[in-house]
């Protein structure tokens, strides 16, 4: 079993819509937390890391419940730029290698 | 704004052969990461750096060894090739502070390009 599980999706959004998807860790001991966007064949890009008091930046908001052990992602607006595959990512210590999950595909359509 | 560089960016090697894998930091990053992303899998940690030090070690096989120089750039040398070997290998840089003696707080990571491994 993984420790970072995430829906692999796909979720199909229109255009405009709004999609969450959840990302939950089994170590109780991680420390940080981060969202990124990876396209087909290229590098994980940092979208936002994840606070306890939940953030946002445009239309993403990212969320974090250590009680229950999971992190959210919100799109408001979707884009068809935004088809992609989100990587759930998390430390557990503080050298800061980062844990993976398998990632959510999100596929916008017109 | 500099990103992370990694080269090359295709590489195709038979088995058996060694392949060396460069990556150069954003400037003023001290802490380097390598991953290993296979095909339809996620990235795998294999080992990091922060000045010049080995920080940590993941998957890494006996075969790969890596280190970072005083430029603070790093190169992962892979020997003995395998066809399993065949991958994107990927390169992160980060900042490292330390919090106080004996603990260290390190920043978010930024991914180069990454390097395309076949091996055939």
């Known amino acids: 079993r993984k420790e970072v599980e995430q829906d692999p999706g796909p979720f199909n959004v229109p255009e405009g819509a709004t999609v969450a998807f959840n990302c939950t860790y089994s170590n109780s001991a991680s420390q940080s937390f981060f969202w990124y966007r990876q396209d087909c064949r290229k590098e994980p890009k940092l979208l936002m890391s994840?606070?306890?008091s939940g953030n946002e930046d445009g239309r993403f908001t990212a969320q974090l419940n250590r009680a229950s052990q999971y992190i959210s992602l919100l799109i408001r607006d979707s884009k068809l730029s935004d088809s992609a595959t989100y990587l759930c990512?998390?430390?557990?210590?503080?050298?800061?290698?980062?844990?993976f999950g398998a990632g959510t595909q999100v596929v916008v359509t017109p | 704004a500099a990103g992370v560089i990694q080269s090359p960016r295709h590489l195709i090697k038979e088995k058996r052969e060694t392949a060396t894998l460069k990556c150069y930091p954003i400037?003023?990053?001290?802490?380097v990461y390598w991953y290993q992303q296979g095909p339809g899998q996620d990235p795998q940690f294999l080992i990091s750096f922060y000045e010049k030090m080995q920080s940590d070690k993941g998957s890494i096989p006996d075969r790969f060894s890596a280190q970072q120089f005083s430029d603070y750039h790093s190169e992962l040398n892979m020997s003995s090739l395998e066809l399993g070997d065949s991958a994107l290998y990927f390169c992160?840089?980060?900042?490292?502070?330390?919090?106080?003696?004996?603990?260290?707080?390190?920043?978010?990571?930024?991914f180069g390009p990454g390097t395309r491994l076949t091996v055939t």
């Open positions: 400037p003023r990053h001290d802490t």
């Open positions: 994840v606070y306890s």
């Open positions: 992160a840089s980060s900042s490292t502070a330390s919090a106080f003696p004996g603990t260290q707080v390190t920043y978010e990571q930024y």
């Open positions: 990512a998390v430390t557990t210590d503080s050298w800061g290698k980062l844990q």
